[in-house]
């Protein structure tokens, strides 16, 4: 009971803070003109995925402070999965950030932004791909046990970062997208590594409606965090099998994504676009 009373504190000082923060960041990035059009054309602001910073930091500290420190709840290896769930997701955060900030939108779909670099021009996405690549690579050589686990865990850390980018292409598809996903990752995980959804799934949802009504974009400032938060969960809590059927939808994706409009598919399905168009 205890347990569950802590995740609630989590979740509740997650989704407050966050909603609270909303205001102080949207005025920050209007104030310095951090806005972008929209898939409408209207100019609002863009990287608003940087509110779900602050709160992932604290609920940090807390968890790090009472499962670690106070009441010995989590166990050295929990506390180096939390060390690197933070950090992987703080390093989507400044790629995502200088994508936004900076980014050619000249430039679209990973294949485009390699193509680009073997012709000797780093885009930002291309940066992106393999900033993401390298933090997964970081993050599997600490968990895995083998070369093959770290090549699975590495692709579907890459894979992943990228997968909420290919949804954040209209309000608030992105975000449902991730509670699709991130709500059974949450109840099917076990042990310590169950409360690490509670450090962003809060802030995402406060967040949610100023997406879904087209007030601020996330960017991939935010976008990139929800695919990496996904990413590395994957790799955290679940089998070489699981893993390895993830991947490969992961693949499908990005490979059908290439070849087709995934919002033409989502209009041209009447259960998909009812989803998508719901709530705006």
Known sequence: MTHYIFEGIIFVLGFLGTYFMIPLFKSMLVNGNIIRPNYKKEMIPVGMGIVFLPMLIINSIIVIYFMWGIIG??????????LLFVFSIMCMFFAGALDDLIGNRDVSGLKGHFK??????????GFKALFGGFVGLVV???LSSSIVEIIVNTLVIALSTNLMNLF???PGRAIKAYLVIIIPIFFTLTGYIQI???LILPNVLAYFN???????????????VLGMSIGVLMAFGYDIK????????????HLITEKFSLTKIIEKNRVLK???????
């Open 73 to 82: 709840a989590m166990d050295t290896v929990g506390l180096v999965c939390l």
């Open 116 to 125: 680009s670099l073997f012709k000797g021009e780093l885009t930002t996405g």
């Open 140 to 142: 599997s050589v600490c």
């Open 168 to 170: 954040d292409l209209r």
């Open 196 to 198: 690490l959804p509670l």
């Open 210 to 224: 100023t997406d879904l009504k087209a007030r601020a974009m996330m960017g991939d400032t935010g976008s990139n």
């Open 242 to 253: 699981v893993r390895a059927c993830w991947l490969v939808f992961l693949i499908l994706m």
């Open 274 to 280: 009812f989803i998508d168009n719901l709530g705006r």
